[in-house]
Each structure stands twice: as structure tokens, then as C-alpha cells.
Nanobody, 123 residues
């Protein structure tokens, strides 16, 4: 599967953005999807994930209550709705796909990655 992330941009603190991750290929619904982010000089970190059927979602503590992950298997697209954005949310955001039941938070468990989209939150 090939992934294309989009929707990043510059937003003021307190604002919102919705990221999209469009997939190519016929088996999008076979993959669990995750969003990660990476700020300059820091390691890539887990943000959120969703099971293949959308029934279960997982979030890291610093985005709970602010970010929502979702997916539309008919459109082969995953989303990350980001509300109440903070300057510390500034990073390149990546979407990723995995087929295994491995730990959600570990980047190496994801086999496929999108190219990243820049999110910048000004104070």
C-alpha cells in the first residue's frame, strides 16, 4: 500500500487542522493505521492509531481529548482531526500502516509510511 499524507499547514494556537492519509491499492481495509510525528532534533513519536475496522482507537496522553483519529475504508483514507492545537504540536506528521497485532506505539512495527506533512502552530 502507498500512503499520501496531506492537510498540514500553519495555524494559530487554539486552532484546528484535519490531516488526511490517502492510500492506494486494494487492501486498505486490511491495515491498522497510525499517525506519528517528529519535531526537529527529536525521535518520531506515536500520536494515534485505529484498527482496520475503526472500532478501536488509541492515543498518546498528550493528545487525548484534542485529537481524533478516524478512517473511511470506502475512500481508502484515514484522518487525524486536531483541535486546540498548541505550539508544542509543531512537527512533521506521518501516517503509517501495519497488518500485525504488534505494539501500536513503536514505529518499526509499521511497514508502510506516507511522506509526512508539516504542521506548524504559532503562539
Amino acid at each position: 500500500v502507498q500512503l499520501q499524507a496531506s492537510g498540514g499547514g500553519l495555524v494559530q494556537a487554539g486552532g484546528s487542522l484535519r490531516l488526511s492519509c490517502a492510500a492506494s491499492g486494494r487492501t486498505f481495509s486490511s491495515y491498522a493505521m497510525g499517525w506519528f510525528r517528529q519535531a526537529p532534533g527529536l525521535e518520531r513519536e506515536f500520536v494515534a492509531a485505529i484498527t482496520w475496522d475503526g472500532r478501536n482507537t488509541y492515543y498518546t496522553d498528550f493528545v487525548k481529548g484534542r485529537f481524533t483519529i478516524s478512517r473511511d475504508n470506502a475512500k481508502k483514507t484515514a484522518y487525524l482531526q486536531m483541535n486546540s492545537l498548541k505550539p508544542e504540536d509543531t512537527a512533521v506528521y506521518y501516517c503509517a500502516a501495519k497488518t500485525s497485532d504488534s505494539e501500536w506505539r513503536i514505529p518499526n512495527n509499521y511497514a508502510y509510511w506516507g511522506q509526512g506533512t508539516q504542521v506548524t502552530v504559532s503562539s
